[in-house]
């Protein structure tokens, strides 16, 4: 099992920034990946950004790049992901998720390529 664990989340004005981190509880399966997704009030989970642990190649939803940089370091099995011009529209839950299998069938900005979820970080942009 493993425990994911956010943090940096918090209240910003727009144009702000903020840093958000994952830890995970053990090591991550080197053909898996990290994810960051957000989920606003009324609205579905979307993913934002995932990393492969092995490649460190980043894929990122379209309303989001250019402004949130995903990254890793492996040695603390922690993932970061780096938001600037943050927006009112970026006011959400923010959650990081591993994929601890190695998934291939499934996008990985589809939830469904994660098996594990932390409890989510709250960003608000006013």
């Known amino acids: 099992h493993v425990q994911l664990v956010e943090s940096g989340g918090g209240s910003v004005q727009a144009g702000g920034s903020l840093r958000l981190s994952c830890a995970a509880s053990?090591?991550?399966?080197?053909?898996?990946?990290m994810g960051w997704f957000r989920q606003a009030p009324g609205k579905e989970r979307e993913g934002l950004a995932s990393?492969?642990?092995?490649?460190?190649?980043?894929y990122y939803r379209d309303s989001v790049k250019g402004r949130f940089t995903i990254s890793q370091d492996n040695a603390k099995n922690t993932v970061y992901l780096q938001m600037n011009c943050l927006t009112p529209g970026d006011t959400a839950m923010y959650y990081c998720?591993?994929?601890?299998?190695?998934?291939?069938?499934?996008?990985?900005?589809?939830?469904?390529?994660?098996?594990?979820w932390g409890q989510g970080t709250q960003v608000t942009v006013s």
């Open positions: 990393i492969a642990r092995r490649s460190g190649a980043a």
């Open positions: 998720a591993a994929d601890h299998v190695g998934n291939t069938r499934y996008s990985q900005l589809d939830s469904k390529a994660y098996q594990y």
């Open positions: 053990r090591y991550m399966y080197d053909n898996g990946c």
